[in-house]
């Protein structure tokens, strides 16, 4: 069977995570969370207090962002070596990681890393410059996206489920927010490849969408 490269861009709160797992149980492919990484930078940041471009950049050298692979499969997110999973999805970090994602040396400090983990294909990565940046020879491009109030109430759910107390305005308006950023920062904006497959979840079930992911990773492969 021949090993690709799956390449997954979208918005935040799209479920890029969610079907980039299960695409990869599915395939048996390593799965890389690159979201993970710039909250990783972002969390070693906010724990120094360290907020000038100059010095963010200066920082980079100390910042060592791996997986840990756990005993029932998932991977845990490690900073310099510690565990981080829990501490970087919340939403002051997710917020951080957005603007440390602007800084072009943290994206090519971090692209870096990304493009060597694939160098044996047989990958699914999730992010937002995947399929244009990272890996633009990507064999198959995936382009998620849902409307915002979709994905504003699916991370309250998120939030929720995690036992913190969100303010469903203002996960909205985080969510309007990051967009915005992702979409018009100068360094390797959120944009659609222009051979990306585009799937709009917001009237998909869980299984219709992963019916017709499943479909075309095996018509490439196969
Ligand atoms: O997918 P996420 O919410 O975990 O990502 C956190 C932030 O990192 C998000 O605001 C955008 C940024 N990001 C990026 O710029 N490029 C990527 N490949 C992945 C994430």
Do not use: W
């Not at 937002?128 to 109430?153: C, M, N, S």
């Not at 927010?177 to 979409?183: A, N, Q, S």
Request: glycine share 8%; with cysteine.
């Amino acid at each position: 069977m021949k090993k690709i490269i799956v390449a997954i861009d979208g918005y935040s709160s799209c479920g890029k995570s969610t079907i980039a797992k299960a695409l990869a149980k599915y395939a048996g492919y390593m799965y890389v969370d690159t979201g993970a990484m710039y909250r990783a930078v972002a969390l070693y940041m906010l724990q120094h207090g360290i907020t000038e471009e100059s010095d963010i950049v200066e920082a980079l050298k100390d910042v060592q962002v791996g997986f840990a692979l756990q005993a029932d499969g998932s991977q845990h997110t490690t900073l310099n070596g510690e565990d981080v999973e829990g501490q970087i999805r919340t939403l002051e970090v997710g917020n951080r990681a957005s603007q440390v994602s602007q800084i072009k040396e943290v994206r090519a400090f971090l692209v870096r890393q990304q493009q060597a983990m694939g160098e044996a294909k047989g990958i699914v990565m999730d992010g937002r410059d995947i399929g244009t940046v990272v890996f633009p020879q990507a064999e198959l491009k995936l382009f998620l996206t849902a409307r915002p109030e979709v994905r504003a109430q699916r991370r309250y759910d998120e939030l929720v489920g995690k036992g913190e107390h969100p303010d469903y305005e203002e996960v909205m308006r985080d969510v309007n927010d990051r967009d915005y950023r992702d979409t018009h920062r100068a360094e390797s904006p959120l944009r659609q490849a222009t051979d990306s497959v585009v799937v709009d979840n917001s009237d998909m079930t869980r299984e219709e969408q992963m019916a017709h992911i499943y479909g075309l990773f095996d018509k490439l492969t196969t």
